[in-house]
Each structure stands twice: as C-alpha cells, then as structure tokens.
C-alpha cells in the first residue's frame, strides 16, 4: 500500500473560469469502459509536448478520497464548497494512445461533450502527466516544426504558380484558418500532402468532424464544397510528390465526405499522377465502402488504403458509422481486394478504452487480422464524449470487462509480429 500511495498522482480539477488546479488529499483517477482506475506515475507518462488540458463542461469530476480510500463524485471544490469544479481531461498529441479516459459524472445529461478525445490526466511531483502509450514518435504533426512564416511562404508561392487551383486554394483556408497539420505540410513541404475531394458521404459517423446534424454537435471544419478536377488534384499531388522525400498524398481528409464517391475524379488524377512519375505513396483514406471502386483505384496506381473503424464487430461499427448504403461486409471486401493486389492496407481503429480493449472486441481483432492479412493498425483516440459512446456501444453489443489498452496492444504483437503499430501513414 505505501508503494501504491507513493505512486498515485494527484487529481487536478477546474473551476468555472477555466483555471485547472490540484486537489490535496485526492488521488487522480481515470475510466475505462464503466471501471475507474488509480493513476499512477508508473502507468502514465509526462504529458506530451503539444497536449492540451480541456475542462469538461457540466460535469462534475470522480476523484480517489485518501481519507475514505473510495472513489467520489465532487461537485463542489471541499476546500471552498461555494465553488463548482469540473473535470480536466488532455487532448494529448499524435502518436499517444489512451490508456484511459477522464473520470467524470455525466448524470442527467443528453448534450454529448465537443468532438476530442479525453485522456485521464493527473498531476505528479513536477508535472502533468497523461494516462497514455506512444506508438509512433515521427515528429510530421509536431507544431513546433511548422513555422507559420514557412507556411505563409508557401502560399504565396503557389498563389503564383497555380492562381487557378481550386484546391490549392482549399488547402490555403485549412493550413491558415483551421491549422490543418496536413495542409501546413504540405505548404511546407515535408512528409504527407492532403488531397481533399469529396463533398458527400455515404455514412453518418456519430464523431464526424466535417458535418454534424444530430445533438447540436459543431463540426470542427468546413467540408469542401467542390469536386477539383483531375488535373488541379495532380497539380498538388506532384507537387509534392516531386520534391519531398518519401512523400505520401493522401485522399480522404477531415475537411471531406467519402472520397470513393468521387472515384472518378480520383481515379484519372491518380492516372495523371502515374504517368509524370512512379515515385511518392498515393494513399487513400476511406471507410471502404465500395469495393469495386477500391478495386478500379488499385489499378489506377493507388499504393495504400486505410481503413476507418472503430470496431471490427458489425453491429458495433454500424452503431457509430450509421452506413447509408453499404454495409460492414462490403469493408472487408474492400480490405480483401486491396490486399489481393498486394496494396498496404492499415485500418485507423479509433480506439475508446473500455471498449477496444473489452474482451469481445479483442477476440474478434484477432480474427479480423487473421482474416484481411492488413499491415498496419493506426491507433487513434475516438474524438466523442467516452461515456455516451460506451453506452451506445453497450447496447449495441456488450463486449466484457476491459483487459487494458497496452495489452492489447502487447498482445497483438506477440501473435502478429509483422503487424505495424503506429499512427501515421508510412510511405512505401
């Protein structure tokens, strides 16, 4: 017991205001699924550089009681029990997975939390520290590299050289409206280049950043209002491609729908692109849904697909993705096609622990990687409020008690061990 007091950090809370605090004599907690769970410094780590601290609105903070050795709900600050205190969750960086959520009481509320991830957070000797793993430690959406001058410089350089792309112009409004990381590279020239095209999709995903109609949800950007022709995608493409080294562009960004529903615009870029050059990765982001246009595009010249999913159990993905027009089969279709043309194939498993690492998920992503033969899973945090998605996921398919995010992914590496864990899409 002393070494486990030794080791708790202490909760940290937030008042009205937004000022985050600590809480003497009450220990930091955290959730996954409907379980809470000490943190210690031994199973967290310093937050990450670039993670932001976020209040959670209208909800009231689970801490560890010392004095009590139990776990409470605390509405009021019990050092000043006139002063309502809220709970403080971190937004931590690319490349960490949650190992745990924010603890936090959502009693008699209907308004799900804004579209981030919430990672349980406490504070140490010296320190914030996140209950989270790293999985990818590639700097490509590191702020601190991403002068806003050099990104500056770059748009003005292609104001000139293409002062008719419509997606040049596109991408000016993510990099300097939205901070788009993606299209700041792009600008900058390094690493992965966005190519956003689709302006519908055939999903209705409970978490959707572009477009949101259900539960006074804000998007967090406008999605692209037009499809660009064939040649202003290639103009970007090679762009890129021609001049950075190991250069991934991708299709299928935040600030669009689906792109397979614009295959064809794709598939003819994709051919330009071919003939300038066989160099650079021509990636597409997708949820998959139209095997036959999966499978036009990897003929084209497409080298990589990921795959967005937040379950490989089909009335759990189809709880969150609400499909339109396809179906959870016509995924691993998908998957299986690409895979048959020998494409690189990741899917971006948008992890909420308690739920991933439940035991019924855990077996069914076992079998789902025996089945697809996939290379890569990008670990990513599911941007909604946990605790809704928990219960939407529950009753949907219950899965089990958690058995723990890092060994998950432990265990997976040990069955697969030429299975890529990480969080970008890698070059060719």
Not at 377 to 396: G, K, T
Request: some cysteine.
């Amino acid at each position: 017991m002393a070494y486990i007091n030794k080791q708790m950090l202490t909760a940290v809370v937030a008042d009205e205001h937004g000022n985050i605090f600590e809480l003497d004599g009450y220990a930091a907690a955290g959730m996954s699924g409907n379980e809470f769970f000490l943190l210690t410094k031994s199973g967290t780590c310093p937050m990450p550089q670039g993670s932001e601290l976020m209040m959670l609105p209208d909800r009231a903070p689970i801490v560890f009681n010392l004095v009590t050795d139990q776990f409470e709900i605390l509405e009021t600050n019990p050092f000043q029990p006139d002063q309502r205190i809220y709970p403080v969750g971190v937004f931590n960086s690319p490349g960490y997975v949650n190992l745990h959520f924010c603890a936090y009481d959502d009693s008699g509320m209907e308004k799900p939390l804004p579209l981030f991830s919430y990672g349980a957070v406490g504070f140490g000797k010296n320190d914030f520290r996140s209950a989270a793993l790293q999985v990818d430690d590639e700097p490509r959406q590191d702020l601190r590299l991403m002068p806003i001058a050099g990104v500056q410089r770059g748009v003005e350089k292609y104001r000139k050289k293409y002062p008719d792309n419509r997606l040049m112009r596109h991408l000016e409004k993510c990099a300097l409206e939205y901070g788009c990381p993606a299209g700041k590279n792009f600008f900058l020239g390094r690493y992965e280049a966005p190519l956003p095209t689709s302006v519908v999709c055939n999903a209705r995903c409970l978490g959707c950043i572009s477009l949101q109609t259900d539960n006074n949800l804000c998007a967090c950007q406008d999605r692209i209002s037009f499809i660009p022709d064939p040649e202003e995608i290639a103009g970007v493409a090679l762009e890129h491609i021609l001049k950075v080294e190991k250069a991934v562009v991708s299709f299928g960004q935040g600030c669009e729908g689906e792109p397979l529903t614009s295959a064809d615009a794709i598939e003819k870029a994709v051919v330009l692109i071919r003939k300038k050059t066989d160099q650079g990765t021509i990636n597409l982001n997708s949820n998959a849904s139209l095997p036959d246009r999966v499978e036009r595009l990897c003929k084209a010249g497409l080298d990589s697909m990921r795959v967005s999913m937040n379950s490989v159990r089909k009335a759990c993905y189809t709880a969150y993705f609400r499909p339109k027009s396809y179906c959870f089969e016509d995924v691993v279709d998908s998957i299986k096609r690409a895979r048959a043309k020998g494409r690189f194939v990741a899917i971006n498993y948008l992890n909420c622990p308690g739920f991933t690492d439940c035991q019924q998920e855990k077996e069914a992503l076992i079998d789902f990687i025996r089945t697809t033969d996939i290379n890569m899973i990008q670990w990513r945090n599911l941007n909604f409020d946990p605790r809704q998605y928990i219960r939407i996921m529950e009753n949907a398919s219950p899965g089990g008690a958690p058995t723990g995010m890092a060994n998950l992914i432990k265990d997976l590496s040990q069955k697969f061990p030429r299975l890529i864990h990480g969080y970008f899409n890698p070059p060719r």
